[in-house]
């Protein structure tokens, strides 16, 4: 008898179901290591066509691939008499079919059958073979994934061996779920979420966020307890002006309304101001929205505050966006860097006397956070680095000798870890 769970029905096109979606992570893959494009750019053009569901397994794919990529990569090499190029299109087969089937846990028929038609004359029987002992072996995967060998000595050369074996374990797994809440959620709505700040709960992974309570309501939103840490360093507003620069698309300007500030948020992307406006929408918050570059936008009057959230490399999101530390290079931090600065300076001149600018970048590179105020102190002698409290501060989380927020991999880690920020408070001169 036919065993029809192992001999898929084949699509009209001759193809076994599911193909499609493993078709489109592969053009995403390529899109990432091949163009250096950004995961969630490209997975918009990669997926066209397919239903959400198979988005999202497409983009957990990939997902899984490039934070097993290393570790993938030595089983094919030790399957093969010589090693496959990297830009050969079955290695990138055999990538995403292994990430399905030692991560994903995908059944091994659907992957054998869903990866073979992407060879398109290539080595079918080899990819077929490689498939099959990694099955009859029951190959496994280390307890941690290795970082990229760039990144890792970047790393260790700025933080050390503890920080680059943390940022390791980190980022072996997709990291739990994070919500801001605009008010002191009710504990009991919440029963199985775990407090770790004033108006902030997490709760483990694998929630649907469409499902849980008050998402029409729109009291909470997405945000990881790091990326709240800026506004928390504001404190409550009591109506005072606020320039949300970069603010798009929204977290921390629905953090500023919560806490009473009123707040012009500016950002030059259109898209992304739209899904700001969509937030506030969901959320009942208010704020004044203007779409421009800051770089040749200015307010019409000085206001309280600036929050600069500048536009970095993105390493220290890594965990939830493991194509940055396959795309980021020295080049790009350097960039990076340059605009950081040509910001800062610009921003800091929007301030009342004694006004107060919070800069903060998500990024675990010293070029763009501790080396960036560094030198933008250099040249404004009368401005004052104002630290961080411990009071205004969640669980572990202290400032370090000179005052700034920095958060590392390794940081909360039986809570679930958190993303890398850097965060500097600075005091505008009186007069």
Known sequence: MADNRRRPRRRPNGEPPGTAVRRAALRLLDAILRRGDPLDVAAHAAMQGLPPADRAFGVAIVSETLRWMAEIDALID????????????????????????????????????????????????????????AQQEQWVLPVSARLPAPVEERWRAQWGDTMVAAASESWSAAPPLDLSFANEPDADQWPEATALAPRHRRLDRGNAVDTLPGYGEGGWWVQDLAASLPVRLLGEGHGRTILDLCAAPGGKTMQLAAAGWAVTAVDSSAKRLGRLEQNLSRTGLSATIVQGDIRNW??????????????????????????????????????????????????????????????????????????????????????????????????????????????????????????????????????
């Open 78 to 133: 030790g399957a093969t008499a010589q090693p496959l190029p990297d830009d050969v299109k079955s290695r990138a087969v055999l990538r995403l079919a292994l990430a399905q089937l030692l991560v994903l846990k995908t059944p091994g028929h659907a992957v054998v059958s869903t990866a073979l038609p992407l060879v398109d004359g290539g080595p079918r029987r080899l990819v077929h073979a490689i498939l099959s002992r």
């Open 298 to 431: 200015q307010p019409e009057a000085p206001v309280d505050a600036v929050l600069l959230d500048a536009p970095c490399s993105a390493t220290g999101i890594f965990r939830r966006h493991p194509d940055v530390l396959h795309r980021i290079e020295s080049r790009q931090i350097a960039e990076m860097a340059a605009l950081q600065s040509e910001l800062l300076a610009r921003a800091a001149k929007w301030l009342k006397p004694g006004g107060t600018l919070v800069y903060a970048t998500c990024s675990l590179e010293r070029a763009e956070g501790e080396d960036q105020v560094a030198a933008f102190l250099a040249t404004h002698a009368d401005w004052e680095v104002v630290s961080a409290r411990a009071e205004e501060l969640p669980g572990d989380i202290a400032p370090d000798a000179s005052g700034y927020v920095r958060t590392l991999p390794g940081l909360l880690a039986k809570e679930g870890g958190l993303d890398g920020f850097f965060i500097a408070r600075l005091r505008a001169p009186a007069a």
